[in-house]
T-cell receptor
Framework: GAVVSQHPSWVICKSGTSVKIECRSL??????MFWYRQFPKQSLMLMAT?????????EQGVEKDKFLINHASLTLSTLTVTSAHPEDSSFYIC????????????FGSGTRLTVV | QKEVEQNSGPLSVPEGAIASLNCTYS??????FFWYRQYSGKSPELIMS????GDKEDGRFTAQLNKASQYVSLLIRDSQPSDSATYLC?????????FGTGTRLQVFP
């Protein structure tokens, strides 16, 4: 089945630094990848949709200059949280869509970001 | 109005009982519907998808869809303590998944 690998699984960084999170589709080509953020006891909120080779589409209220998304290949998308602050501490989850089936959304294992 | 709504719970059921989870959505044009299970600190895992009106069964799980009422439900038969988790309803809208707030299910022995 489709597998999405997300790294790192957790990261602690100092306020003001940047953190990069990687999302890889291991056995399929993902034309579209999605980035979600989940605060404690809340649901997944879609941050942005990235398509290979084009600029990401950000949801309303998400700062595109703060959350940089790159989808340079059909198997890799990265999310960089720039100038991180404690309020950015959250659970970040990526999802990839299998272009072959056109239906499946496969989720990565998530990244727990803590900004201190 | 939220796009996908769920009762946050917790829904408590005894082991062996049927757990019924409900979800309503606002976009009448939505065509694809999903139920995910999420354990604390983990990523969501797909339980079922449903695209047509009616029931779809998979083992102990049954998804029900009523597009006219804009309503999706998930029934879990013979509930087990290991089913205790948050259940997320997701609706596909313009090629992206929109999640509900989730219902926390507690199955007690």
């Amino acid at each position: 089945g489709a597998v999405v690998s997300q790294h790192p699984s957790w990261v602690i960084c100092k306020s003001g630094t940047s953190v990069k999170i990687e999302c890889r589709s291991l056995d399929f080509q993902a034309t579209t990848m999605f980035w979600y953020r989940q605060f404690p006891k809340q649901s997944l909120m879609l941050m942005a949709t990235s398509n290979e080779g084009s600029k990401a589409t950000y949801e309303q209220g998400v700062e595109k200059d703060k959350f940089l998304i790159n989808h340079a290949s059909l198997t890799l998308s990265t999310l960089t949280v720039t100038s991180a602050h404690p309020e950015d501490s959250s659970f970040y989850i990526c999802s990839a869509r299998d272009s072959r089936s056109g239906w499946g959304y496969t989720f990565g294992s998530g990244t727990r970001l803590t900004v201190v | 109005q939220k796009e996908v709504e769920q009762n946050s719970g917790p829904l408590s059921v005894p082991e062996g009982a049927i757990a019924s989870l409900n979800c309503t959505y606002s976009d009448r044009g939505s065509q694809s519907f999903f139920w995910y299970r999420q354990y604390s600190g983990k990523s969501p895992e797909l339980i079922m998808s449903i695209y047509s009106n009616g029931d779809k069964e998979d083992g102990r799980f049954t998804a029900q869809l009523n597009k006219a009422s804009q309503y999706v439900s998930l029934l879990i038969r013979d509930s087990q303590p290991s089913d205790s988790a948050t259940y997320l309803c997701a609706v596909e809208n313009t090629d992206k998944l929109i999640f509900g707030t989730g219902t926390r299910l507690q199955v007690f022995p």
